[in-house]
T-cell receptor, first 111, second 114 residues
Framework: QKEVEQDPGPLSVPEGAIVSLNCTYSNSAFQYFMWYRQYSRKGPELLMYTYSSGNKEDGRFTAQVDKSSKYISLFIRDSQPSDSATYLCAMSAGGANDMRFGAGTRLTVKP | EAGVAQSPRYKIIEKRQSVAFWCNPISGHATLYWYQQILGQGPKLLIQFQNNGVVDDSQLPKDRFSAERLKGVDSTLKIQPAKLEDSAVYLC????????????FGPGTRLTVL
C-alpha cells in the first residue's frame, strides 16, 4: 500500500463547476497537508497548506483535512479554464525531507 | 523576485552515458532539494542540502547519482552511468528554512534515456 493514494483521473468538468479532489494516506504521523498545482512543463507551485485537521479557505479554493479518516480534499468553486492542471497532494510529519506526494490528478476545465 | 532556475530544460542521452543538471535557487534560500518525478507519479526527494551540507540523501542511488552544492548556492546533480529507468523530470526546489517551509520549484529538466 502506498503511503499516499490519489486518483490520477483524468477529470474533465465544464467551466463553473465545483471540483472535488481527494487523497487518502496511511501514515498517522502526517500533520502538514499541502496541495500543489502543476501546469504542463512547469514545476509544482504551492496552492494550499493546512496544519492538522480542519478547513482552510482561500478565494475559490477550500482545503479539508480529516485526520480520523486519513482523508484530505481540495474543492475548487466556480472552476475556470485556467484551473486546468495537475493537482498534487503532499503531506509531511514535520520535516521537508519526509514529505510524500500523491501521483497527481489531471484536471481539465472546459469553456 | 527571480524563481528557481534550472538547465538544461531537456536532455536526451543513451543508456550508460553521463549527464549533469544545474540548479540556481532563489537568492537567500538556505535549503535546496532535488526531486525525481517519473511520468504519472508525484515527485520523490533525492537529496536535501542545508547551505552546502547534506541533510538527507537516503533516497539517492549513490552508485550512480551524485550531487553537490558548492558555496551553498548553485547545485549540480549528476547521473553516471544512466539507466533507462532514470527517464524522468528532475526538479530542483528551494526554501528559506530547514523545517517545514514553503518550497519553490523550478521548471525541471526532462531527461530521456534511450
Amino acid at each position: 500500500q502506498k503511503e499516499v493514494e490519489q486518483d490520477p483521473g483524468p477529470l474533465s468538468v465544464p467551466e463553473g463547476a465545483i471540483v472535488s479532489l481527494n487523497c487518502t494516506y496511511s501514515n498517522s504521523a502526517f500533520q502538514y497537508f499541502m496541495w500543489y498545482r502543476q501546469y504542463s512543463r512547469k514545476g509544482p507551485e504551492l496552492l494550499m497548506y493546512t496544519y492538522s485537521s480542519g478547513n482552510k479557505e482561500d478565494g475559490r479554493f477550500t482545503a479539508q483535512v480529516d485526520k480520523s479518516s486519513k482523508y484530505i480534499s481540495l474543492f475548487i468553486r466556480d472552476s475556470q479554464p485556467s484551473d486546468s492542471a495537475t493537482y498534487l497532494c503532499a503531506m509531511s510529519a514535520g520535516g521537508a525531507n519526509d514529505m510524500r506526494f500523491g501521483a497527481g490528478t489531471r484536471l481539465t476545465v472546459k469553456p | 523576485e527571480a524563481g528557481v532556475a534550472q538547465s538544461p530544460r531537456y536532455k536526451i542521452i543513451e543508456k550508460r552515458q553521463s549527464v549533469a543538471f544545474w540548479c540556481n535557487p532563489i537568492s537567500g534560500h538556505a535549503t535546496l532539494y532535488w526531486y525525481q518525478q517519473i511520468l504519472g507519479q508525484g515527485p520523490k526527494l533525492l537529496i536535501q542540502f542545508q547551505n552546502n551540507g547534506v541533510v538527507d540523501d537516503s533516497q539517492l542511488p549513490k552508485d550512480r547519482f551524485s550531487a553537490e552544492r558548492l558555496k551553498g548556492v548553485d547545485s549540480t546533480l549528476k547521473i553516471q552511468p544512466a539507466k533507462l529507468e532514470d527517464s524522468a523530470v528532475y526538479l530542483c526546489a528551494s526554501s528559506s528554512g530547514l523545517g517545514y517551509d514553503t518550497q519553490y520549484f523550478g521548471p525541471g529538466t526532462r531527461l530521456t534515456v534511450l
